[in-house]
């Protein structure tokens, strides 16, 4: 007598009356799992599939918008916003349910018996093999690359940690150490390789369950926007495990030999001699379009705006030193809101100015090299209004009037380092001095790797 139960979980091959709600889990699960990969398919932008997605969201699109104003009473626009977890998104996945539990229904009672849950049980195996893979690879090597995880940037250097979104204080966490973010990627792209050969699609499917858990257990616990796309991954992944639980229950737990999978008579098979001579092919370009044109998309984008990429002139974090509005100097008090405190030039056509009340004024910037300095336009709330009225600003107004901001950085002749800001706000006449500060200046940058610590280091 087997000392461990059975845990299979593929469709019984012959019907019986107790196997119709399993019937009816394996197709409902082949059409949603279909359904819903076109929702992350189509914001990944795979271009194959490019032509259905206008039919996609002008059906399930419209559906979903009549269900949130007609069953859910909602008011405002309902409209896709990538996959982030927006009420549409909710909507999306709720009407592929039911068009799923639909469809399943109807297959099940009118469909063929037994047989028919075999062919998509083993369809819908496939099918999330080859997409899971594929849009698992995509996050990974933005991982191997370091572009979705990255350095502390400028600006996260000089904010308040407590100002920190959870999101924000996991994308800094897990993008300080580079080790951390590619060593998770590569491991993301061993499950996601191995998950396109049968034989070897049990160990990347246990990879994606341990990777996927992770994720999704960040996403949730650090509220990051993209909770439905990891727990679907992991859905997918946890599906793919389950066909082999029986066996990795004897190994592991039961400590008892676990038989060898017969995989033609396991997998879905074709007998059709003059098929099964072009499977070969398909089966290689199909592994090479999952592989290649991601990995080759990424790294350009890596020597584009990776960490490695060259910094844009006059990049740098500049602190200000002193402030004069229309030849009258203006104190740096941190009380003053408007006041300018920081000066970030971190990305390309981009200068990003702090207040004292840790307003960001997001510019253009344009390098001119003849100069050379950095021209930088925008709008920003007036110098000229403060809490109080101070010598030479005039009548006092409210801080959210914006005026135009035309500003042109560019080295002091003094030699000291220091940088000139100079320019207008509105009808005010700028000048400011500032001081480039030292990334390396900071404690989260220059604290380094110790392998001897004598005391803890931890504030």
């Known amino acids: ?51 259905i997605h206008p039919v996609f969201n002008a059906v399930f699109g419209s559906l979903a918008r009549w269900t949130g104003h007609h069953l859910f009473h909602l008011t405002g626009p309902l409209a896709p916003n990538s996959f982030r977890d927006t009420q549409y998104l909710y909507l999306v996945l709720l009407v592929l349910a039911v068009t799923s539990a639909v469809a ?36 990974a090597m933005d991982k191997v690359f370091r572009l979705q995880f990255i350095a502390p940037t400028l600006q996260r250097l000089i904010e308040p940690y407590g100002d920190s979104s959870p999101m924000a204080m996991l994308w800094t966490y897990v993008g300080y150490s580079g080790f951390m973010t590619v060593f998770s990627g590569l491991a993301e792209v061993l499950g996601a390789v191995l998950l396109l050969w049968r034989r070897t699609a049990p160990l990347g499917a246990l990879v994606c369950v341990v990777m ?7 996403d949730f616990c650090y509220d990051v926007s993209v909770k439905m796309l990891a727990a679907h991954f992991l859905a997918m992944s946890v599906f793919l495990l389950a066909h082999d639980a029986d066996r990795l229950l004897r190994v592991l737990t039961f400590n008892s030999p676990a038989p060898a999978r017969d995989l033609e008579k396991d997998e879905l098979t074709v007998t059709n001699p003059s098929v099964r001579r072009w499977l070969p092919l398909v089966k290689a370009l199909i592994v090479i379009y999952t592989l290649v044109p991601v990995t080759v998309r990424t790294y350009i ?31 740096l008090l941190v ?68 005026s135009p901001l035309s500003l042109t950085l560019s080295p002091s002749p003094s030699q000291h380092g220091e940088m000139l800001l100079t320019g207008t706000d509105g009808s005010d006449k700028i000048s400011a001095v500032l001081d480039p500060v030292d990334p390396r200046s900071f404690t989260l940058v220059n604290r380094g790797y110790h392998w001897i610590n004598a005391t803890s280091f931890s504030r």
């Open 1 to 51: 007598m087997e000392r461990y139960p059975s845990a299979s979980f593929a469709p019984p091959a012959e019907h019986k009356p107790k196997n119709i709600l399993l019937d009816f889990l394996w197709r409902f699960l082949l059409v949603y799992f279909f359904l819903s990969d076109w929702v992350w398919l189509n914001e990944l932008a795979v271009n194959p599939t490019r032509p």
């Open 104 to 139: 399943a229904l109807l297959w099940t009672a009118f469909g063929r018996k037994g047989h028919s849950a075999q062919t998509a049980y083993r369809l819908l195996r496939i099918w999330i093999r080859y997409t899971l893979a594929y849009m698992i690879l995509i996050y």
């Open 212 to 218: 996927m858990a992770n994720v999704a257990l960040m």
């Open 301 to 331: 984008q890596f020597r584009h705006s990776g960490p490695f990429a060259p910094h844009p002139p006059f990049y740098g974090l500049y602190q200000v030193r002193s402030l004069t509005v229309n030849g009258t100097p203006r104190p």
């Open 335 to 402: 009380t003053d809101g408007p006041v300018w405190r920081w000066l970030i030039v971190e990305h390309r056509a981009e200068a990003t100015i702090k207040t004292m009340d840790n307003t960001l004024i997001v510019c253009k910037a344009q390098y001119h090299a003849d100069a050379p300095d950095l021209q930088i336009q925008g709008t920003a709330p007036g110098l000229s209004s403060s809490e109080s009225d101070l010598p030479g600003h005039g009548p006092s107004s409210s801080a959210s009037d914006a």
